[in-house]
């Protein structure tokens, strides 16, 4: 490795500090490639192979496919419980509008009828 000449002129001062630095490099372990390839080999190999709920549930999230049918099923879950909500406000709405009718044609109604005798939709 050399390093390109410098141009004619006052010396940097950190040419001392990086001559120092290379020299100081560590040589690389003998087993080096051994050790690369091993990290490699752990890299490629499937979580779910090494072990663990978290690397199964890592291993299912990692494919494309599960991921978009996971995400899909939760969009469709909070849709269903906002209608599922919504419905129920729409049912209660629907009876106070079915008891203030029946306040309306009879003034002297005083107590609410059970929901047998409105025939309202029970949630």
């Excluded at 109604?109 to 949630?123: H, K, M, S, T």
């Amino acid at each position: 490795m050399s390093t390109p000449p410098t141009p004619p002129g006052p010396p940097d001062p950190l040419d001392p500090l990086f001559a120092e630095w290379q020299a100081s490099a560590p040589d690389p372990a003998d087993n080096l490639e051994t050790l690369v390839w091993r990290r490699i080999a752990a890299a490629e190999t499937p979580a779910a192979a090494r072990g663990g709920v978290l690397a199964a549930i890592e291993a299912m999230f990692s494919r494309p496919s599960f991921t978009a049918a996971f995400v899909t099923c939760c969009v469709l879950l909070g849709l269903f419980l906002a209608e599922t909500r919504a419905s129920r406000l729409e049912s209660k709405r629907s009876g106070e509008f079915v008891l203030g009718y029946l306040r309306q044609i009879d003034p002297q109604f005083d107590g609410i009828a059970p929901a047998a005798e409105l025939d309202l939709p029970r949630p």
